[in-house]
């Protein structure tokens, strides 16, 4: 680059074919970058788009919050491997438990025991180093599922260490408890579910050393619990809304997997699981109950979504009335993928650090807790974008491709279209009136004077259509699309194409025939 003038030294070309789909990847770090913008048509016979070269680098103050990247965080990873320790422990007290049972000794049974306090004291240790560490970073999505599976592993751990100690103590204090439990090892929850939909949980059956059953029941749903059971029609009991069909443990592993079929709505109400095992132990039978799961919700209709899952997050999230705000962004990030139905670890497009910048600014005025009442307020906004990203026509797509750019301050959106082409380009992001898209729009005079609009696109604007159509008969002659990156003044960095281009599988069949320049519509030949 080091022949360019100053004017064009800050954009590249694409080698994209200009009539393909331009495709979008995702750059999770977030390493900074010269704001630009990419023009896949530099090379076009016509000069028909040479007026999009002229791009220049955006002034450094245009947003002058601090952007945190996502960080390697070796914390998980000594977690992990404290795992991996924590489980070689289990099997070596479960033998030295088994051994001390067969032949009691006070001396070993002190220093098992002190063995088993000592580990439990670790893994509990270990639980709060990951929850103070989702309560001091903001975590990534693969760090967010690490720290989950983490966290799910060494509380199954916990509960079998836990189960060694209680049936320890009975050397010297006899008990005729059964030392048993059903945990689960997997779980589709928190998460809000259409009704007729199913999902898959695991659970695992977990012994002490001194507990042999003879026989094992199917694991069974015992019941699913509302937390307002009388919030139905007539202050009548509604129907468990699960149900899952009665599947055996496996008997190497003590483990069983089977679907759960989401029969029935629960009225916008959080709703809980439990789930039992019978095991026959000396010709008596004794249940085995789980503890309830992580909450979930089932809905009937969409429109249902954005307060349910404003629900299922208090729940789930707000066990006191004020918390961390970098512990409500991680939650954020992982409920934006929930609802956007994504996968967890490995997104297509969550949200930048710079977005959860923004709305940290934005809707809690960068305050570092985060009571549950201002959360309330910011949801009914949220929610409501949620809910048209996962149910409205081609929004989540074009969320995916980086077409709508998502949540950006109106100021800064029109310094990014004041570097971009001259005539009719648009960026689309997210209005702060829920559920709507605003439009950037640059669509300069003859002269050359700058003519800048802000439009609204609210729901009734594309009812009977869908958003790609409503643009198609709009004079926006290019659409910019982010492409996951920023530049070191921590402006978006931005592709820009023709419209027809971009927008082309988004069109009904009908207007498809239009949407290839320079060739005449089917349409137009007469029958």
Known sequence: MAGMNDKTQNFVKMETTPMMQPMMTMDTSYHHNQYIYENPHANMESGQYANMMNFVSAPASAISVTIPEYKDVPQIVSVESSI???QQNIERIAVMQRELFNNPNQENYATLLQQEEVLRNNIISQQ?????LKCSEVLGPSQRQMVKHCLISLKVQLEQVELYLEEIQTLVKPSNNIFAKLVYIHDPFPNVFMQKKEDTIVLKLL???TCF???????????TILANPLNSKKGVKPLPAMKVDNFPLEFNSLTCTYNCFFE?????DIATASFGIELQINEMVFQIKSEESTPFVVITNEKQFAASMGKLFISDVFKSNE?????????ISTYFLLATRQDLSNPTRGLSVNEINYLHHKHFNGEPMVNVNRWKTFWEWFGEVLRVLRYTRHYGQLWNTGYIYGFLDHSIVMQCLDKAPQMGCALIRFSSNGGCLAIGFRNDTNSGQRNMKNLLVKPDDIKGTNFADFLRNKPIRYV?????????DSLPIFNCYPKDIALQEYYSVQNRDAAVRGYDPWSEINQ
Do not use: C, M
């Open 207 to 209: 012994l002490g050393v």
């Open 480 to 488: 910019l699309q982010f492409t996951g990156q920023f530049g070191e």
């Open 213 to 223: 059953p003879h026989a094992y029941s199917n694991v069974q749903l015992v019941d």
């Open 84 to 86: 991996h320790e924590n």
């Open 323 to 331: 918390l961390p705000w970098i512990y409500v962004a991680n939650e």
């Open 128 to 132: 709060n180093q990951l929850n103070n």
């Open 264 to 268: 029935r709505g629960t009225r916008k």
